[in-house]
């Protein structure tokens, strides 16, 4: 069964950082153009960053450059995100998937609080 298996995160203060983490099985993970995706409550799911099947280039959304960093270890078959300066606005279910597949895990919880 290919379901990708996110972990790391909780809750954190602003300001602070986070690092997620993405297990891929059940598919050749480094052939894939891997995407982090995340949905906050109420609203609808949106792309966050992608990095490419070799890790040679990625891309942010807006809301996250200068925040947050991608990256992946194909020999561990693990992508990862790097969430610094946190905001409340960054609450919300984060979920890994390679880009062009509709292989959706359960997600991590990330919440930003004081």
């Known amino acids: 069964q290919v379901q990708p298996v996110e972990s790391g995160g909780g809750l954190v203060q602003p300001g602070e950082s986070l690092r997620l983490s993405c297990a891929a099985s059940g598919f050749t993970f480094s052939l894939y153009e891997m995407c982090w995706y995340r949905q906050a409550p109420g609203k609808e799911r949106e792309l966050v960053a992608s990095i490419t099947s070799a890790g040679g280039s990625s891309n942010y959304a807006d809301f996250v450059k200068g925040r947050f960093a991608i990256s992946r270890d194909n020999a561990k078959n693990t992508m990862y995100l790097q969430m610094n300066s946190l905001k409340p606005e960054d609450t919300a279910v984060y979920y890994c998937?390679?880009?062009?597949?509709?292989?959706w895990g359960q997600g991590t919880q990330v919440t930003v609080s004081s």
């Open positions: 998937k390679a880009c062009a597949k509709n292989w």
